[in-house]
Structure formats: structure tokens, C-alpha cells
């Protein structure tokens, strides 16, 4: 069996590396020539822990990497779409990509023999798939069903954690409207996958839906979480963590997603949300509570502004140390990171930003350029600060302690992810869902 992957992310390399090591014998294509030239050369276009050592093994087996669509619509007998879904200015989403792959694969199918399975795997609103199933029968004159097939195949990889989640996914959800194609893909993912594993198979629009209601609740719990931490802080000697633990350990809740901190950030949550709640409106629905979870998600940085505002009197001129810039440890997207988000309003405030992550540094250079600090090393990082805000669970911050603080101008230490004890250190400390300094 021939795969085709078109769109070469986070999803769709990783999961083109993870077949191709296993002797499938994959095309992946992506429209950007310096991303396609980069991979060929087994180099991955970002971050990702074990990508580009699986990256390099796939293309000593039967990865191949191209700009080529048309061959990839000749020769695979399964094709996946996998590119990007951004956010339009209106805050819903832009099919743009998804769209333009549907019409050049319906101008190829017009002229080929071949009559492969397309699964949708980038995440895109309900009704998405009955969208491009009439682009792609306007463009190539045949039927779904019949000329190809068409199923709806969402993904739930974490990035960080990409490679793990692509070999061994909690669940399989195929959403199709015939048979013979929803079980070729289910026989598909079940020659690849030993392991047991969930499938939900429905329609295209259930499908498209689940992505969007598991981001959003994996969102609705994080803003729960940092609810209760916004209280805890009001309350002497209470511990989120100890709140989370408890109530974890309740089968109907689940330990998971429970980690109060800063606010989600990344490509995915912050978007998917902001997706759902225009598409909501669309169809005349108010998500209260989705619009709840949102605004939870961005006060959590507004309050640790005005946090360090009270503690420091003012900021301007302030040196304030920020460890992490990562939307998340592992990884070094800095998309929707809240790091990036506090540094905006810190720099608009007047203070001088010092920066360190173990990863993200280009990336944040790449927003900020000169108008902020970087350093590699955490003492340069940490030297004559007037405060240093723990952002990014890096392990390497859960290592700190007071000689490392003492080149600090102002031992003010704000730690959004708990990472270290209280107890243990001489400074003035902060943490996110811990009771009043
Ligand atoms: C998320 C989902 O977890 C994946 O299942 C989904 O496939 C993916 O989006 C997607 O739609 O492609 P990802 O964006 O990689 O994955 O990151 P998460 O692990 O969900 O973390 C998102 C943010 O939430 C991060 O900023 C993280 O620090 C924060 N978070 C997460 C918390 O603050 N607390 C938690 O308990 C968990």
C-alpha cells in the first residue's frame, strides 16, 4: 500500500516518519520547497524529541519527499491531508489550504486511474468534509464513493510527544459516508497499529465535531484548574496541586490536564477554541461557556502582570527574567505562547526583558528581534534581575535554588508551574495556586 501525505507538520511528518521506518512506502509533499529540501536532507523544519532520528530512518527505507501533489494523487492508494488550519482576522477558521489541496487533487483524479481514500486529518469545522467532497467531485467529475473515497480522520497528537501519539493514539475516529471506504481505512490504521485500540467510526460532521469538543474540554479543564488556583492564592496555606491530586484520583474526573499555571497556549487549544465559539455563532449558538474558558485563559497572564506590579511599585526599568518561552516544555513552538504574551505587556509597561529557554530562543527572536535580551546560560539570565517569572515546565528551572538567586538584583522569584519549594528558599516566591506571598 502507497501513502500520500500532503502537508508536512507536526501531524503529517511525524506520521509519514513513523510509517516509512515501518516500510510503508510513503510520499509526503509539502508546497514549501525549503521545508521539502530540509527534510530530504533528514533535517526536521522544527522541534520535536526523536522526529529527526525517525526522520533519518524513514528516508534510508521508503520515505520519499516532494512538491509533487499530482504524483501523490497518481500513485497513493490512501491519501491524507494533513495542512495547516490557521485562524482568519475574523477569528474563524481558514479553509484556504484544506480547499486548495481538494481542488488540485479533484484537477488530477479528472485524469487518473486511480481511486484512492483521501482522509482529512487537519482539524477543520463540521461540514468541512461535505465542502471538499464537492470540490473534489466538481474537479474531477467522478463521485465519492465511487471515483474516491472521503473520510473525515481527525488527530489528537501532542506535540512534544508527537512520535509517542502517532504510535500508539488513545483513539481512532473515522467519520465517512460509505462503507467500503471508512473500512479500508480502519483496516489500514489496524495493519499498523498491533496494539488495541478504540475506533469511533460515525459521519464526517461527528467527527470534525469530536476534534473540536476534546480541545475544547482539554481547554475547559485547564481554565478550571486555574480558577481554583486564583482562589487558592487567596486562601493561606491552600495547594492546588494537593486540589488537583484529590480530585484526580475521582474516576469522573481524571488526574490529567489539571495543572494550573500561566493559560494554554500553542497552536492548537487557543485556535481550536476561538474556532468553535465563531462556528457556534454561525450556527446560532452563545457558548457561554467556551467564551468563559477563553477569557479565564487570558486573564491568567493579566493578573500576573498586575501581580509583579504590585510587588515592584512600577516596572519601568525593571530587569525581569523570563524562563521559558516555549508554549510548552519539549518543544520550541513559541506559538500563542504565553511567555510571548507576557513579554508584550511587560515591554509595554516599560521593562527590560531578559530571556532563556533551552529551545525557543530563534523562534522568539524571530517576534521580538532586539527589543529583548536573550541568554543560553540561566546565570547571565538570572544576573542583577529584578524578578524572574517561571513560565516553561523545563526541568532545568525544578533545579534552582538560592545560589542561583543570589546574583539577582531583587530575589522576587514567580513560579507559574510550581517547580519549586517554598520551603527551600530565601527569596521572596510566588506561585501560581499556592496561598498569599
Ligand atoms: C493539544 C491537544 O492536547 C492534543 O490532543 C491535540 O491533538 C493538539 O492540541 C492538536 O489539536 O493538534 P498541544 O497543543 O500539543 O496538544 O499541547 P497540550 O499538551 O494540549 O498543551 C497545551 C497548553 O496547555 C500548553 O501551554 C500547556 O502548558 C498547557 N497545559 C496543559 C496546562 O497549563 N495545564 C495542563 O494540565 C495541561
Known sequence: MKVGIIGTGFVGLSFAAALASNGYSVLAIDSNKKIVSKIGQGISPFYEPQLSSLLRKALKKSLKVSTDIEKVVNECDLIFITVGTPLADDGSINLNSVKEVAEKIGQTLAASKNRPIIAIKSTVVPNTNYTIKKILEKRSNKKSGKGFGL??????????????????????????????????????YEGFYREKIPYIIT????????????????????????????????????????????????????????????????????????????????????????????????????NLVSFMKKILCSLKNKR??????????????????????LIKMLLNKGAKIIAHDPMAIKNTKAVFGNKISYSKSLSEALENSDCAVIMTPWKQYGKLNNVDFQVMKNTLIIDTRRMLTKKKLNVKYHAVGLGPV
Not at 321 to 341: A, C, P, Q, Y
Open 320 to 341: 525581569i527574567t523570563i524562563l521559558g518561552l516555549s508554549f510548552k516544555e519539549d518543544s520550541d513552538d513559541v506559538r500563542e505562547s504565553v511567555s510571548i504574551k
Open 151 to 188: 473520510v473525515s480522520n481527525p488527530e489528537f497528537l501532542r506535540e512534544g510527544k508527537a512520535i509517542e501519539d502517532t504510535f500508539n493514539p488513545h483513539i481512532v475516529v473515522i467519520g465517512g459516508e460509505d462503507n467500503k471506504t471508512i473500512n479500508g481505512l480502519k483496516k489500514f
Open 203 to 302: 459521519n464526517p460532521q461527528t467527527a470534525e465535531m469530536i476534534k473540536y469538543a476534546n480541545n475544547s474540554f482539554l481547554a475547559t479543564k485547564i481554565s478550571f484548574i486555574n480558577q481554583i488556583a486564583n482562589i487558592c492564592q487567596s486562601v493561606p496555606g491552600t495547594n492546588v496541586d494537593n486540589i488537583a491530586k484529590a480530585i484526580g484520583i475521582d474516576p469522573r474526573i481524571s488526574p490529567l490536564f489539571l495543572k494550573a499555571g500561566p493559560g494554554y497556549g500553542g497552536s492548537c487549544l487557543p485556535k481550536d477554541l476561538q474556532a468553535l465559539i465563531s462556528f457556534s455563532s454561525k450556527v446560532g449558538q452563545n457558548p457561554t461557556l467556551l467564551k468563559a474558558v477563553q477569557k479565564i485563559n487570558s486573564d491568567q497572564v493579566t
